[in-house]
């Protein structure tokens, strides 16, 4: 199913042991439903792409920064550039095609990346927090190749593990990977290519927009999420669609392969 | 000709304080036992080119061999935070790094105009991020062909560059599988040019499968034999990412002291890579096995 998708089944079959990352990594898997060349940031949306071959997205055509495209590990892969991507792998490709021809040269249908801090439009911070670039209050780790995603890829899901108004903000302590309506406010380089950010997965819900000047909205939440307290943890005045939907409930069969096939260790489930 | 050497005399000759000096390896094949002779021979005011940085970055800060850094991801991949690297820049503690902050893209695209000789490279991206406000060496030009103006990067050639490969010749011919960087960028890029390998091979090897060659021996300074010289990192093949160690570096580096401790007893207090390695204990690489995955051969054949 695509994000939002009307929620008429119960969720028996669902403990509460579901943790925030299972629901997160789930929901970031079934959004790649249907998306063919996917680029995989660290983290979360390595996880949640892997889930996505294994379920709604068999077809997808992984591409990691290191290289490596149509990749189907054995074993989920540690971090982006883990060499156990690369046996049965389609395609390993030095950076310079991957960042040239791939994502610069707008292959990537759907970029799944990560970030500290998100706002209305789909900026991203991945640098720093605090209000000094020089001496920042923390050093995060920097862009990698998010902003080369942001620019090439048509589309960018974000998955955000915790949902607070520390992290979904007004004003971004620094902007690392500028939406579109950012750019557009620039008159100096290139445009982005696509579209930034279209859907936000959290812990709370689901957040969607469409068009260079729209706002995230929010369009769906978790069940048992009420959609006030998503406005509560959110830090500008979120907008919330008038057909707000609730999120299905993981289904045992995904829970199954992601805790006993991909992640038994827990090395991303945390 | 034969270029093999040990890496103390590599180092020693193709290295001068305040050099920039890259080190180039994206969580595989990176040139660790290369960082650590550095270490060793007590370098000074070196600026590290490193696209994505990992642990050598903090070990090198600590040994205080760095006084810049040119990097465009600054954490210990997925293992966590490199707390010396962090105390510099939140801190200037004990010192101030000159950083000189890219993406990766960017990194590529340095490199690119480095191992080209242009002056720059046009990149399409930057455009509304702070980090093209923030580095003034990211400038913009008119298109003289009528589009908007573009966003460029600075050329970047490396005094020294230094990678590490499966194998090579002795002349210098480096074959390398897996991941692949931008290994061959930095190695063009650089003046000079040392390559570690796991093994020195025999030129018929290499002449056996050209197209994996990655650098020619025209670009290569000197070959230098290190079995492991790439861990905690993998080799594809040879063995697998050493993930604890990366762990256990970020966790121990949260304290300065104990950072100044780990390198006195495993880099000064040792003679080279192979007294490093018998550090970690005999059956260490026993835990970082690989599965055998050979590729089918190709046919070369050309004119009868």
């Known amino acids: 199913m695509t994000a939002g998708t009307p929620e008429h089944t119960d969720t028996k079959n669902v403990g509460e042991d579901i943790t925030s990352s299972e629901l997160l990594t789930i929901h970031s898997a079934r959004a790649l439903a249907g998306r063919r060349v996917v680029f995989a940031g660290h983290g979360l949306p390595t996880l949640a792409t892997a889930l ?38 389609a395609s390993v490709i030095p950076m310079t095609h991957l960042f040239n021809y791939v994502l610069q040269g707008q292959r990537i249908d759907v970029g799944f990346l990560g970030a500290a801090q998100v706002d209305r439009y789909g900026s991203l911070n991945s640098t720093l927090i605090g209000d000094d670039w020089e001496h920042p209050d923390s050093r995060l780790p920097g862009s990698g190749g998010a902003i080369e995603a942001m620019a090439g890829a048509a589309e960018i899901f974000l998955v955000m593990r915790r949902h607070t108004p520390r992290t979904f903000v007004e004003t971004l302590d620094f902007v690392t990977s500028p939406s579109p309506h950012r750019a557009a406010q620039s008159e100096v380089g290139t445009m982005p290519a696509g579209a930034g950010v279209t859907h936000v997965i959290t812990d709370l819900g689901i957040m969607t927009r469409f068009a260079r000047d729209e706002e995230l909205t929010l369009s769906a939440v978790h069940p048992g999420v009420d959609p006030a307290e998503v406005v509560r943890q959110t830090g500008w005045d979120l907008q919330v669609a008038t057909d707000l939907e609730t999120t299905q409930a993981p289904t045992p069969e995904e829970l199954a392969v992601l805790r006993d096939d991909l992640d038994p260790s827990r090395l991303y489930l945390r | 000709m034969d270029k093999t050497m040990s890496l103390s005399e590599a180092i020693r000759t193709h290295l001068n304080d305040g050099d920039t000096v890259a080190l180039e390896g994206f969580g595989h ?144 011919n480096v074959q390398a599988w897996g991941m692949l960087g931008i290994q061959t960028e930095a190695a063009f890029a650089g003046r000079r040019l040392i390559v570690t390998v796991e093994e020195i091979v025999d030129e018929s090897i290499i002449r056996s499968d050209p197209n994996r060659t990655i650098v020619p021996s025209h670009v290569v300074d000197a070959v230098v034999e290190v079995p492991r010289g790439a861990h905690p990192h993998a080799v594809q093949g040879y063995y697998d990412r050493d993930d604890a160690f990366s762990r256990d570096w970020s966790a121990l580096a949260r304290d300065a002291e104990a950072v100044k401790q780990w390198l006195q007893t495993n880099i000064h207090d040792t003679a080279d890579h192979e007294e490093f390695l018998a550090l970690l204990g005999a059956d260490h690489f026993d835990k970082l096995g690989i599965r055998d995955a050979y590729s089918r051969p190709v046919n070369y054949g050309g004119r009868e």
């Open chain 2, 29 to 172: 094949l990176v040139p660790v036992a290369a960082a650590h002779e550095i270490i060793r021979q007590q370098f000074s005011n070196l600026t590290l080119a490193r696209m994505s940085c990992d642990v050598i970055v903090d070990q090198l800060l600590g040994a205080n061999c760095l006084t810049g850094l040119i990097a465009a991801f600054v954490a210990n991949s997925s293992a966590g935070s490199l707390y010396e690297l962090r105390r510099r820049v939140e801190h200037s503690d004990p010192d101030p790094l000159w950083f000189d902050e890219y993406s990766h893209g960017g990194m590529v695209a340095r490199y690119q105009a480095g191992a080209s000789k242009l002056p720059f490279q046009p990149i399409a991206s930057y455009r509304g991020s702070d980090l093209a406000q923030k580095n003034p060496r990211i400038k913009s030009v008119p298109d003289p062909y009528g589009g908007s103006p573009i966003y460029v990067v600075p050329a970047l050639n490396p005094d020294l560059t230094v990678i590490h490969a499966q194998r090579a010749d002795a002349a210098g």
């Open chain 1, 52 to 89: 996505a071959q294994r379920t709604v997205a068999p077809e997808i055509e992984i591409v990691y920064e290191s290289g490596v495209t149509g990749a189907r590990p054995p074993d989920l892969p540690r971090t982006i550039s883990d060499s156990v991507l690369v046996p049965g792998a």
